[in-house]
């Protein structure tokens, strides 16, 4: 069987958008074996960050998860997993990445949220999963790309996840 490395498909609403973070969570390998990356791309007010926001949900944040727009950084400690959710929107170039210190998140069991990494250029980790979300015929469109094998990974769980095929988009 030949292994897909994408995939697109169409949100609704911002349900659909909180239902894929939610199904991405389900979906996550874990990092066991290392660190894993997701890269949030896409225009202003997309769903990057509501897309985030519910994945953390779903692998067990509680209480408040603030938008990094400003705090640059979030992290969380979820059992034996960090997740940290990372904003580079407001920064101007990999000088200012580098000080963020992203490379020291880069250890076993950490899973890093990075929205606009395009911002940072080589001082951003690679992908292992690119999710970009875009505007649309009145709502909006996403597409997901495995870039590694741990993205390959997470992108066949995904597709198993027949809820996600049901109730959130049509998968093309």
Request: aromatic share 8%; with cysteine; charged share 20%.
């Amino acid at each position: 069987m030949p292994i897909e490395q994408g995939m697109e498909f169409a949100l609704v609403d911002a349900a659909a958008t909180e239902a894929l973070g939610a199904a991405l969570a389900r979906a996550f390998p874990g990092a066991d074996r290392g660190f894993a990356v997701l890269y949030l791309e896409g225009e202003l007010g997309a769903g990057k960050t509501t897309c985030a926001r519910s994945l953390l949900r779903a692998l067990g944040a509680v209480g408040l998860i603030r938008s990094p727009t400003f705090t640059l950084v979030e992290a969380y400690r979820l059992g034996t997993l960090t997740c940290v959710h990372v904003d580079l929107y407001r920064l101007q170039g990999p000088v200012e990445v580098d000080e963020l210190g992203l490379r020291d998140y880069l250890t076993a069991n950490c899973l890093l949220l990075i929205e606009w990494p395009e911002k940072g250029g080589k001082a951003v980790p690679a992908a292992d999963l690119e999710l970009t979300l875009r505007y649309a015929n009145g709502g909006r469109r996403g597409g997901l790309k495995a870039c590694t094998a741990v993205g390959i990974e997470w992108l066949n769980d995904l597709r198993l996840d027949n809820r996600l095929a049901s109730y959130v988009f049509n998968l093309t």
